[in-house]
């Protein structure tokens, strides 16, 4: 199940489904990291060495609440 920003109800996204245009969080790669290491936007969850994910309920409460 999907809400309006086409976010699933629970698990895991990776970065293509969060950052536009496909995404709901409209900045570049390199803001979104740079966040990501100063703790505006969720830390990642790295599940191999080529392979980072950001929980779903992190990325809707910066949704609902903005960055920290």
């Known amino acids: 199940m999907e809400d ?38 969720p830390q990642p969850i790295k599940l191999g060495s080529r392979i980072t994910v950001w929980r779903v309920e992190d990325i809707r409460a910066l949704i609902d609440h903005g960055p920290n």
Not at 16 to 23: M, N, S, T, Y
């Open 4 to 41: 309006i920003n086409g976010l699933p109800a629970t698990g895991y996204l990776r970065l293509r489904d969060i950052l536009g245009p496909k995404g709901p969080i409209p900045v570049s790669k390199s803001t979104w990291w740079a966040g990501v290491k100063d703790g505006r936007f």
